[in-house]
């Protein structure tokens, strides 16, 4: 079985310092190249199945894969699964970006979106016979969905 590519970051547990969790990425680690989109952050457990991510300044919940994972986590979601929504829209797992690329691809147009802390994202969204009202620069809302963002230990 492939590795997924990606980035890796280090869980954070209760007995961890805010300064012992560090990010490293991993090599090859490419928007336009990855099947899933991968999102960069810290981990901790919140006790209730799902774990708390860190994006940056921004707290994300993931309710998929290993929960419980400890050491170097990959979190990735799939682009089908990313929500792009108005700029300014708030709520759980909403995190600002910027659309940095479109590529039609006729039935759905991929958007390599630029998150708030830099990371590139990929999204797919199903074309529906009308324009797609975002274009290169447009300043957007990413909803990550916490059923959707999925845990996966180092190892894996």
């Known amino acids: 079985m492939k590795k997924p590519r990606g980035l ?26 990855r099947s899933a989109s991968v999102v960069f952050a810290t ?7 799902s774990c708390r991510v860190r994006l940056g300044e921004f707290e994300l919940e993931a309710a998929g894969g290993d929960t419980g994972a400890s050491g170097e986590v990959r979190v990735v979601i799939r ?12 709520g759980p797992n909403r995190v600002p970006g910027m659309v940095e690329r479109l590529v039609y691809q006729g039935a759905a147009t991929q958007l390599v979106v630029r998150l708030a802390n830099g990371e590139p994202l ?21 909803h990550l969905p916490a059923d959707a963002l999925r845990v996966l230990p180092e190892s894996a």
């Open 8 to 33: 890796t970051t280090r869980c954070r547990d209760a007995s961890d310092s805010p300064a012992s969790a560090r990010t490293t990425p991993v090599a090859g680690s490419n928007a336009s190249s």
């Open 79 to 90: 682009p089908e699964r990313v929500r792009l929504e108005d700029y300014g829209t708030t």
């Open 122 to 142: 990929q999204a797919l969204v199903q074309n529906q016979g009308q324009p797609i009202s975002w274009q290169q620069g447009t300043a957007i809302a990413v």
């Open 43 to 49: 981990s901790g457990r919140d006790g209730g199945g």
